[in-house]
């Protein structure tokens, strides 16, 4: 005979346990995802390169979500596999995508990205009024008409919108234009990163950063002595080191071991990855330099997503809904450029660059050769940014 105090605890936990700081699995689920294809992405950009690479994937799935929004048939199906978002309800994603959004920016702990997201087709192709309420309100995007034949103008609009949605730290995003444009996805993001703690600028010292073997440059090295969280990888021969963020971000540092190239690291990057680094990850005590480092990279991704597989939306088949009348144009280009300056900058609200003492030196961990980072948020999960520096003296 069941016995009512049983109920009543059962009930007690439920109650808990919803109150809690847990995620709902949809959107737990969209989190990794997104991850997913943020690595896939990278790979596919990072393997065209021997640069610097920085990519604000979370911007890059929110307009191409957004995007998806106005395709219908393959096109659409294809979209969905290249995001990772097969056997999702695309009728659903904008909504469980606003969740995310909310989780991510406006939250109680909002992340400090500045993004412009714009679904932006030439003249003649009008825009549905369900569409752009979509945009804007699921995506916190924009979408309107250009006049591309005056390209000039229209990379002023476009510039100037980006400019306004990241607090001016991107000053252009396009310029020469096609007048033949049928439709642009643009995306753009600053990310205004500060370490908590940060590091202190009375220790930063000039020292080697080997770019490769045959190139060493001098760069100012960050110093901070203090408690880590850090994480070997044996099958990669890699460093994990995490760097918590002001506003509950947190930078994970890949570094490869010396002998370890890394473009063979990379080809093993994924979501799963990234969250098997996190789970590993241990409290020790370090001392950790870190180069400062200011990337901006500005890319044209059509042959990158096309790598994933994304490639009716750029042909003249594209099946494009809610933007013009009887057929809707297809997509000429994606536009990303993203910002992000790694340095001692102090956080309003912390004090910063304390002083840990040990009683023994603890082992140093000296960031002086390429590596890969991630920015995430702690309690999502959910990947922003990733990148590369090869040479931290350059963008
Ligand atoms: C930074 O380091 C210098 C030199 O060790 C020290 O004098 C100073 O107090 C430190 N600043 C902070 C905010 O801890």
């Known amino acids: 005979m069941p016995r009512p105090i049983h109920l009543s605890l059962i009930g007690l936990i439920c109650v808990s346990l919803a109150s809690s700081q847990t995620i709902d699995p949809s959107l737990q689920d969209l989190i990794n995802r997104n991850a997913d294809f943020a690595a896939r992405l990278y790979r596919a950009v990072s393997s065209r390169t021997d640069d610097n690479v920085f990519l604000s994937t979370f911007t890059l799935s929110t307009g191409l979500t957004a995007l998806l929004g106005a395709t219908s ?55 549905s009024s369900s569409y752009l309420d979509q945009v804007q309100t699921k995506f916190g995007g924009n979408t309107q008409n250009l006049a591309y034949t005056a390209p000039q103008e229209a990379a002023d609009t476009i510039n100037r919108y980006v400019q306004e949605r990241t607090g001016d730290q991107i000053q252009e995003l396009v310029s020469n234009l096609d007048p033949r444009t049928q439709m642009l996805l643009t995306t753009a993001t600053s990310y205004d990163i500060r ?59 890949v570094l490869p071991d010396e002998e370890v190239d890394i473009t063979g690291v990379e080809e093993e990057v994924n979501g799963e ?110 990947v922003l940014l990733m990148g590369r520096v090869i040479d931290p003296t350059k963008k």
């Open 73 to 127: 048939g393959t096109t659409r199906d294809q979209l969905l596999q290249g995001l990772s978002l097969s056997g999702l309800d695309p009728e659903t994603l904008p909504d469980l995508f606003q969740n995310l959004r909310n989780q991510v920016l406006l939250g109680n702990q909002p992340m400090n990205l500045r993004q412009g997201v714009a679904v932006i087709p030439t003249m003649g192709f009008p825009v």
């Open 195 to 253: 370490f908590s703690p940060s590091f202190n600028a009375s220790l930063t010292q000039d020292e080697r950063f080997y770019v490769d073997k045959y190139h060493v440059v001098i760069v100012p090295m960050m110093f901070r002595a203090d408690k880590f969280y850090l994480a070997y990888d044996r099958s990669l021969k890699v460093g994990v080191l995490k760097l918590p963020l002001a506003d509950g971000g947190a930078m994970l540092v």
């Open 273 to 382: 990855k990234i969250r098997e680094w996190i789970r590993q990850l241990k409290k020790t005590k370090l001392e950790v330099q870190l180069p400062r480092f200011l990337v901006e990279q500005s890319y044209t991704l059509r042959d990158s997503l096309q790598t994933l597989s994304i490639t009716q939306v750029f042909q003249d088949d594209a099946e494009i809904v809610n933007i013009g009348e009887t057929k809707g144009p297809k997509l000429t280009q994606v536009y990303h450029k993203s910002i992000m300056s790694v340095d001692e900058t102090i956080d309003g609200t912390n004090s910063g660059g304390r002083v840990t003492t040990f009683s023994t030196l603890p082992p140093r961990l000296t960031i002086n050769r390429p590596f890969l980072f991630v920015v995430y948020q702690e309690s999502s999960g959910s």
